[in-house]
């Protein structure tokens, strides 16, 4: 059969048919709301107050770890830019559009392989290049196993690296095949300017320089040996092997899992991983794609040990196995290639060590690939009758369509999510874990909480997933202010993710829930230990600084307390709870400029909280070292009339103020009782007693009452 003529009237005909299965399959996606790590992702981009730096770290980044998905996030960063966090459907329809955009690039790759193999094999069966390619992208688009990866904000990585991934293929096989040099070097140049796109945006952009190498061999004409194949482009077979065998070592070598990928798993070591991504495929990826049926994120085990083992060498074996059926259909390019980009899209995550062990996203080119290879069977099989062709393929594209809704409905939230994962694998502990995760966090706290505490009494000793159950009841006992036990629970899961090597998401959760129930019980040491860890993690959260700035005051550090509390504050201008240490630490650092704006921001925080007896003592501190000395003798007084106790600030203020009115002996009068009560209260409440004074309107003529 003769290379067809390409007729843009169908190829436009099946882009819109490809449309309209994407838009019925994954439409519902865009009601979809925040899931799994997806805020996790997403909050250190919330408060970012410097883009212009932030874009120039990311371009940094790239250039100097371009495996840690630069490109993802920078088009989270847009996201945020434009919604912030309030229209989860603005980041889920760019993930929809995506996808779009890659089954059309799969379609349209599939045809250009389809017609060169026409064009080259003269024996090869036959086939319409059109149909195979519209069900191929069909297929595709409406498979459930490509769900997860369109419904889940944080699987946009995914969605990248196929988009330029297919881009690079496009391009690389317009600058081999073309004989003009014009369009032989636009081919090559965009072809891998797509190619570091696609490694900025995940690690398995990597292998594209290996699927361009594959690609060359098994173009070649049945008519040329491979040596004439091969030599008569030598310069361009060379640029290919380098690539494909030296940059991803290269690359790999400062290679860090991206965060947010696996939460509470613990890291298995390179050989187990290895074993377990083997089972994986083998027991869930090809089976849920030739059974679409039972999508989880936690598959369930055989019960057998043995056999489970079994099984995990066996799927390590099934690449070698794909490879050689690649290599004996060599001539049936629409089958040899798709099966080698399957080989090099698993390659990645089975030898990259990551907490998460399994997720359907990792699955998503090998789909379309294999989409390619069901389609290729029935096109050839029903040549002769394409009404039939037509007609399976819809009915299973319909199917498919229903599934993906199905499994779509349940990507709605945690809840439904991990409920629905926990009714699939009952007697998974992870999934039991993680469905209490969900309904604590998802506004059901004390529910979650009790059954946390449940689960914990029944498996005993059993540290099994334990860590996930001590951030529920550590949370809990955080958010109903029973500090001491949130204390133990987040210290005890800490001890166990350090001992099980579970990942950094988790980790932060609890050193972040540590730091703020021991800066709550004035446990300052370990309040600032576990803060200046986690704001490595997620250096963007209010509330991280906030605790660091009164870590600091504790240590009469005023300059840093300023610097974090200032943070925390244009971080979040709308926590209140900053401004009356942000005020101490404005005062304590003694510039008369510093001092003036302790007291407009002690002022302000007075207006929202009221009158307290600490903040009352602030104030009056403020209103002193700014000068205000009338305004500091009626907060004073205030605070005395409401009989709150009078400690050691309340007399080192009054010393402060008979020392600016030049009372010495009342000053030292002061001075000995505050001393008395609290030796340190001169390092705690600095008095610099150098701005110049408001003019007062009349003298005080009272003195302060000293206790017997």
Same mark, same amino acid.
């Given at each position: 059969?003769?290379?067809?003529?390409?007729?843009?009237?169908?190829?436009?005909?099946?882009?819109?048919?490809?449309?309209?299965?994407?838009?019925?399959?994954?439409?519902?996606?865009?009601?979809?709301?925040?899931?799994?790590?997806?805020?996790?992702?997403?909050?250190?981009?919330?408060?970012?107050?410097?883009?212009?730096?932030?874009?120039?770290?990311?371009?940094?980044?790239?250039?100097?770890?371009?495996?840690?998905?630069? +490109?993802?996030?920078?088009?989270?960063?847009?996201?945020?830019?434009?919604?912030?966090?309030?229209?989860?459907?603005?980041?889920?329809?760019?993930?929809?559009?995506?996808?779009?955009?890659?089954?059309?690039?799969?379609?349209?790759?599939?045809?250009?392989?389809?017609?060169?193999?026409?064009?080259?094999?003269?024996?090869?069966?036959?086939?319409?290049?059109?149909?195979?390619?519209?069900?191929?992208?069909?297929?595709?688009?409406?498979?459930?196993?490509?769900?997860?990866?369109?419904?889940?904000?944080?699987?946009?990585?995914?969605?990248?690296?196929?988009?330029?991934?297919?881009?690079?293929?496009?391009?690389?096989?317009?600058?081999?095949?073309?004989?003009?040099?014009?369009?032989?070097?636009?081919?090559?140049?965009?072809?891998?300017?797509?190619?570091?796109?696609?490694?900025?945006?995940?690690?398995?952009?990597?292998?594209?320089?290996?699927?361009?190498?594959?690609?060359?061999? +098994?173009?070649?004409?049945?008519?040329?040996?491979?040596?004439?194949?091969?030599?008569?482009?030598?310069?361009?077979?060379?640029?290919?092997?380098?690539?494909?065998?030296?940059?991803?070592?290269?690359?790999?070598?400062?290679?860090?899992?991206?965060?947010?990928?696996?939460?509470?798993?613990?890291?298995?070591?390179?050989?187990?991983?290895?074993?377990?991504?083997?089972?994986?495929?083998?027991?869930?990826?090809?089976?849920?794609?030739?059974?679409?049926?039972?999508?989880?994120?936690?598959?369930?085990?055989?019960?057998?040990?043995?056999?489970?083992?079994?099984?995990?060498?066996?799927?390590?074996?099934?690449?070698?196995?794909?490879?050689?059926?690649?290599?004996?259909?060599?001539?049936? +390019?629409?089958?040899?290639?798709?099966?080698?980009?399957?080989?090099?899209?698993?390659?990645?995550?089975?030898?990259?060590?990551?907490?998460?062990?399994?997720?359907?996203?990792?699955?998503?080119?090998?789909?379309?690939?294999?989409?390619?290879?069901?389609?290729?069977?029935?096109?050839?099989?029903?040549?002769?009758?394409?009404?039939?062709?037509?007609?399976?393929?819809?009915?299973?594209?319909?199917?498919?369509?229903?599934?993906?809704?199905?499994?779509?409905?349940?990507?709605?939230?945690?809840?439904?999510?991990?409920?629905?994962?926990?009714?699939?694998?009952?007697?998974?502990?992870?999934?039991?874990?993680?469905?209490?995760?969900?309904?604590?966090?998802?506004?059901?706290?004390?529910?979650?909480?009790?059954?946390?505490?449940?689960?914990?009494?029944?498996?005993?000793?059993?540290?099994?997933?334990?860590?996930?159950?001590?951030?529920?009841?550590?949370?809990?006992?955080?958010?109903?202010?029973?500090?001491?036990?949130?204390?133990?629970?987040?210290?005890?899961?800490?001890?166990?993710?350090?001992?099980?090597?579970?990942?950094?998401?988790?980790?932060?959760?609890?050193?972040?829930? +540590?730091?703020?129930?021991?800066?709550?019980?004035?446990?300052?040491?370990?309040?600032?230990?576990?803060?200046?860890?986690?704001?490595?993690?997620?250096?963007?959260?209010?509330?991280?600084?906030?605790?660091?700035?009164?870590?600091?005051?504790?240590?009469?550090?005023?300059?840093?307390?300023?610097?974090?509390?200032?943070?925390?504050?244009?971080?979040?201008?709308?926590?209140?709870?900053?401004?009356?240490?942000?005020?101490?630490?404005?005062?304590?650092?003694?510039?008369?400029?510093?001092?003036?704006?302790?007291?407009?921001?002690?002022?302000?925080?007075?207006?929202?909280?009221?009158?307290?007896?600490?903040?009352?003592?602030?104030?009056?501190?403020?209103?002193?070292?700014?000068?205000?000395?009338?305004?500091?003798?009626?907060?004073?007084?205030?605070?005395?009339?409401?009989?709150?106790?009078?400690?050691?600030?309340?007399?080192?203020?009054?010393?402060?103020?008979?020392?600016?009115?030049?009372?010495?002996?009342?000053?030292?009068?002061?001075?000995?009782?505050?001393?008395?009560?609290?030796?340190?209260?001169?390092?705690?409440?600095?008095?610099?007693?150098?701005?110049?004074?408001?003019?007062?309107?009349?003298?005080?003529?009272?003195?302060?009452?000293?206790?017997?």
């Amino acid at each position: 059969m003769t290379e067809p003529k390409i007729n843009y009237r169908y190829l436009g005909t099946i882009a819109y048919v490809v449309a309209a299965v994407v838009l019925a399959c994954h439409l519902q996606s865009l009601w979809n709301k925040f899931v799994y790590m997806d805020k996790f992702n997403l909050w250190p981009l919330i408060a970012i107050l410097d883009w212009p730096k932030f874009w120039l770290e990311t371009l940094t980044q790239c250039l100097t770890s371009p495996l840690s998905e630069p +490109l993802f996030r920078a088009t989270l960063a847009l996201d945020v830019q434009g919604v912030r966090m309030r229209y989860p459907s603005v980041y889920h329809s760019i993930n929809l559009a995506l996808h779009l955009g890659n089954c059309l690039l799969w379609g349209g790759l599939v045809f250009r392989i389809a017609r060169y193999q026409l064009k080259t094999w003269k024996n090869s069966l036959e086939f319409n290049p059109y149909l195979l390619a519209v069900v191929a992208a069909c297929l595709f688009a409406s498979h459930p196993i490509t769900s997860e990866t369109v419904g889940y904000i944080s699987a946009r990585s995914t969605l990248l690296v196929t988009f330029y991934y297919l881009a690079s293929l496009h391009c690389f096989m317009l600058g081999f095949l073309t004989k003009e040099i014009t369009p032989g070097l636009f081919g090559y140049g965009f072809g891998y300017f797509f190619v570091i796109l696609a490694t900025w945006s995940s690690a398995q952009g990597i292998t594209a320089p290996a699927a361009f190498l594959c690609l060359t061999v +098994l173009m070649k004409p049945q008519k040329e040996t491979y040596r004439d194949w091969l030599v008569s482009r030598p310069y361009e077979f060379f640029a290919q092997l380098f690539l494909a065998l030296v940059v991803p070592f290269v690359l790999l070598v400062k290679y860090v899992a991206p965060i947010g990928n696996g939460f509470g798993l613990e890291k298995l070591s390179p050989f187990d991983y290895l074993l377990s991504q083997g089972q994986m495929l083998l027991t869930y990826y090809l089976r849920v794609f030739f059974v679409p049926y039972g999508f989880t994120l936690d598959p369930p085990q055989l019960p057998v040990l043995a056999l489970n083992q079994a099984l995990s060498f066996i799927g390590v074996l099934v690449p070698l196995l794909l490879l050689y059926i690649a290599y004996r259909m060599r001539t049936t +390019l629409v089958v040899s290639f798709p099966l080698v980009l399957l080989v090099l899209s698993l390659l990645p995550n089975f030898v990259m060590v990551q907490p998460e062990v399994v997720s359907d996203r990792r699955f998503y080119i090998a789909a379309a690939c294999l989409c390619s290879v069901v389609a290729y069977a029935i096109s050839v099989k029903l040549f002769e009758k394409p009404k039939v062709l037509i007609a399976i393929s819809s009915a299973l594209i319909l199917l498919f369509c229903g599934l993906t809704n199905w499994r779509t409905y349940y990507w709605y939230d945690d809840v439904r999510l991990w409920s629905q994962t926990y009714k699939l694998n009952p007697t998974s502990k992870r999934s039991q874990a993680m469905d209490i995760w969900a309904q604590a966090f998802q506004g059901e706290l004390d529910k979650g909480a009790e059954r946390a505490e449940k689960v914990l009494n029944e498996q005993g000793n059993s540290n099994e997933n334990r860590a996930i159950l001590d951030l529920v009841l550590g949370t809990h006992r955080l958010k109903r202010k029973k500090y001491d036990e949130s204390k133990k629970y987040f210290t005890e899961g800490l001890a166990l993710a350090d001992k099980q090597h579970l990942s950094s998401e988790i980790i932060w959760e609890m050193q972040s829930g +540590l730091a703020e129930a021991a800066n709550a019980t004035d446990d300052f040491v370990t309040a600032r230990k576990y803060a200046t860890e986690a704001v490595k993690v997620q250096p963007n959260r209010s509330n991280l600084h906030l605790i660091l700035g009164r870590c600091y005051l504790a240590e009469y550090n005023h300059n840093a307390a300023f610097l974090e509390l200032q943070q925390a504050h244009l971080l979040d201008r709308y926590n209140a709870d900053v401004l009356e240490p942000l005020a101490r630490a404005c005062i304590g650092v003694g510039t008369t400029q510093m001092q003036d704006l302790g007291w407009k921001i002690a002022t302000q925080a007075r207006q929202v909280f009221g009158t307290g007896d600490a903040l009352l003592l602030t104030t009056a501190y403020a209103a002193l070292e700014s000068g205000h000395l009338e305004e500091a003798l009626g907060y004073l007084e205030t605070y005395a009339a409401a009989k709150n106790p009078k400690n050691s600030d309340y007399y080192y203020l009054f010393y402060g103020l008979y020392k600016r009115l030049k009372w010495e002996k009342q000053a030292q009068e002061a001075l000995f009782i505050a001393e008395k009560m609290d030796p340190d209260v001169r390092k705690r409440t600095k008095l610099f007693l150098n701005h110049p004074i408001v003019p007062l309107k009349k003298l005080p003529n009272t003195a302060v009452q000293y206790p017997k």
